[in-house]
């Protein structure tokens, strides 16, 4: 297991990761160590929340870190390889969880012979629920793999995977949460057309969230087959589901996530 690991980028998903990784015991505070551009403040919160260790030098916070995570946007990836390639020791793994940006790359701008390894979490690696999906690029063996993946369990579930397929993972689950998050708006919307309270609606609607996602991960049953147990021919399910076959919804949501997928390689 790592001894010491580097985060270059100290925000929402960097802590996160930290949050899962302490929770579970994966590595004690002080193997964590944190750097952040132009914001001390945000370097000492987290210092202080979670007992890690912080420095504004990026030299100082990589040096003998068995393992790098780059939690940086994809438009300061550049200045930060460019910053640590002069100063990585051999063996040193690095991880990526930027959107978009290819192992390739990575590699190609370090110039220089460290495993490396991409993952695509999602927003909900705040609570530990993310689906996670990793893939190995240069130098990276299945050991490699492997012990990354344990400690992104931390954050929720993972899947090894082809490289190749983080754009269109990227479109699905990376962007997934949104989705949901928009199916629920409208929900609520609809709530307020049909005279319901907004605190009752938003309960029911939460509620029936949970319990059908329940209903998917523990039934053998598909979802089609879910759906059609409880749509009556004349029932008042029928009634709704018509009117989103008028509306094209399933048609929507697979245009959505093939846009999604583009814009991800477009980025790449
Ligand atoms: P963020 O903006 O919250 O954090 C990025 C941090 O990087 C900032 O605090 C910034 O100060 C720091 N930074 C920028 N340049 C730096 C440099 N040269 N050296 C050191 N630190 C530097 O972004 P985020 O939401 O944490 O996302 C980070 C990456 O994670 C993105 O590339 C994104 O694609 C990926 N990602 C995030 C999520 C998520 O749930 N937030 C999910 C999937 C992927």
Same mark, same amino acid.
């Given at each position: 297991?790592?001894?010491?690991?580097?985060?270059?980028?100290? &925000?929402?998903? @960097?802590?996160?990761?930290?949050? /899962?990784?302490? #929770?579970?015991?994966?590595?004690?505070? !002080?193997?964590?160590? $944190?750097?952040?551009?132009?914001?001390?403040?945000?370097?000492?919160?987290?210092?202080?929340?979670?007992?890690?260790?912080?420095?504004?030098?990026?030299?100082?916070?990589?040096?003998?870190?068995?393992?790098?995570?780059?939690?940086?946007?994809?438009?300061?990836?550049?200045?930060?390889?460019?910053?640590?390639?002069?100063?990585?020791?051999?063996?040193?793994?690095?991880?990526?969880?930027?959107?978009?940006?290819?192992?390739?790359?990575?590699?190609?701008?370090?110039?220089?012979?460290?495993?490396?390894?991409?993952?695509?979490?999602?927003?909900?690696?705040?609570? &530990?629920?993310? @689906?996670?999906?990793?893939?190995? /690029?240069?130098? #990276?063996?299945?050991?490699?793999?492997? !012990?990354?993946?344990? $400690?992104?369990?931390?954050?929720?579930?993972?899947?090894?995977?082809?490289?190749?397929?983080?754009?269109?993972?990227?479109?699905?689950?990376?962007?997934?949460?949104?989705?949901?998050?928009?199916?629920?708006?409208?929900?609520?919307?609809?709530?307020?057309?049909?005279?319901?309270?907004?605190?009752?609606?938003?309960?029911?609607?939460?509620?029936?969230?949970?319990?059908?996602?329940?209903?998917?991960?523990?039934?053998?049953?598909?979802?089609?087959?879910?759906?059609?147990?409880?749509?009556?021919?004349?029932?008042?399910?029928?009634?709704?589901?018509?009117?989103?076959?008028?509306?094209?919804?399933?048609?929507?949501?697979?245009?959505?996530?093939?846009?999604?997928?583009?814009?991800?390689?477009?980025?790449?």
């Amino acid at each position: 297991m790592f001894k010491k690991v580097a985060f270059i980028g100290a &925000g929402a998903i @960097a802590e996160s990761m930290i949050t /899962g990784i302490l #929770a579970r015991h994966i590595l004690e505070p !002080q193997q964590i160590w $944190l750097t952040n551009r132009s914001n001390k403040q945000r370097l000492e919160t987290l210092r202080d929340c979670f007992e890690v260790s912080v420095s504004e030098q990026t030299e100082h916070v990589i040096q003998n870190a068995d393992l790098i995570i780059l939690s940086v946007k994809p438009k300061d990836i550049s200045e930060v390889l460019f910053s640590i390639k002069d100063k990585l020791q051999e063996n040193q793994v690095i991880l990526s969880v930027l959107a978009g940006v290819s192992t390739d790359y990575i590699s190609e701008q370090l110039a220089l012979a460290n495993p490396v390894i991409r993952a695509m979490p999602n927003t909900s690696a705040a609570i &530990g629920l993310s @689906a996670t999906a990793i893939a190995a /690029g240069r130098h #990276a063996t299945p050991d490699h793999l492997q !012990q990354v993946s344990h $400690l992104l369990r931390a954050i929720g579930t993972t899947v090894s995977v082809q490289e190749n397929a983080l754009h269109a993972i990227t479109g699905l689950s990376g962007s997934g949460p949104a989705y949901i998050y928009y199916l629920v708006e409208a929900m609520e919307e609809a709530a307020s057309h049909i005279n319901l309270d907004t605190r009752v609606a938003k309960d029911l609607i939460l509620q029936t969230l949970i319990g059908a996602a329940e209903m998917l991960r523990s039934s053998s049953e598909t979802p089609r087959l879910l759906r059609r147990k409880i749509t009556s021919p004349g029932g008042t399910t029928q009634a709704g589901i018509s009117v989103l076959e008028d509306y094209h919804f399933q048609e929507g949501l697979i245009a959505a996530i093939q846009a999604a997928t583009k814009r991800s390689e477009e980025l790449g």
